[in-house]
């Protein structure tokens, strides 16, 4: 079956531009997860959704991050006003729900921004 | 600030040797994860733990959660080219809890 997909794979932006990111998890998951992985770090984490409300969005940096879902699918992470310190990869992961123990998240391949 | 520390940061091997990798932290996990990223993809999970002092194989893999629940261990047995990728440790404190990632062990194995 098909995996997390991410669009795009890159994104070179200009900075000061704003950007979004796409995120389809796989089918049936409910829980939904953006991280985002700088050069020679580990993974950051963004935001959790549960269906289309995030009860966790304490890792986004600043009011220039924000993080929708809709229908309980697809989810975009918009980029306003982008900064050279935002150039990373974002990875999206789903997995079927967080629960009482832990559900195997499922990474897409990540979509690369660079802003210039 | 970093929660969980790896070591070594990298690694390179030759072909059939054995590979340990390490991963600590100054709190206390109740689940610990190894996952392996390929360049350009995401993660993917290799191992999970869910109990101290617990041991569990996966093909060459295998991973310890230490018995302190502060700690944990991947070692790779008889290493191959497509061993090749960055391994991150990752817990969570509570099984409600967000799952933290380690910063990675970057691994080349020379053939």
């Known amino acids: 079956g098909a995996g997390v997909s991410q669009s795009p794979s890159n994104k070179v932006t200009e900075k000061g531009k704003d950007v979004e990111l796409r995120c389809d998890p796989i089918s049936g998951h409910t829980a939904l997860y953006w991280y985002r992985q700088s050069l020679g770090q580990g993974l950051e984490f963004l935001i959790y959704f549960q269906g289309n409300s995030a009860p966790d969005k304490s890792g986004l940096p600043s009011d220039r991050f924000s993080a929708e879902r809709t229908g309980g699918s697809v989810s975009t992470l918009t980029i306003q006003r982008t900064q050279q310190e935002d150039s990373a990869v974002y990875l999206c992961a789903s997995s079927l729900f967080r629960g009482a123990a832990y559900n195997e998240q499922f990474f897409g391949p990540g979509t690369r921004l660079t802003v210039l | 600030g970093q929660q969980l520390n790896q070591s070594p940061q990298s690694m390179f091997i030759q072909e059939g040797e054995d590979v340990s990798m390490n991963c600590t932290s100054s709190?206390?996990?109740?689940?610990w994860l190894w996952y392996k990223q390929d360049p350009g993809e995401g993660p993917v999970l290799l191992i999970a733990l869910y109990k101290a002092g617990e041991l569990t194989s996966n093909g060459r893999l295998t991973a310890q959660f230490g018995i302190t629940r502060k700690d944990s261990f991947l070692n790779i047995s008889a290493s191959i080219p497509s061993d090749v990728g960055i391994y991150f440790c990752a817990g969570m404190k509570t099984s409600y809890d967000k799952v933290i990632f380690g910063p990675g062990t970057s691994l080349s194995v020379i053939p």
């Open positions: 709190s206390i996990f109740n689940t």
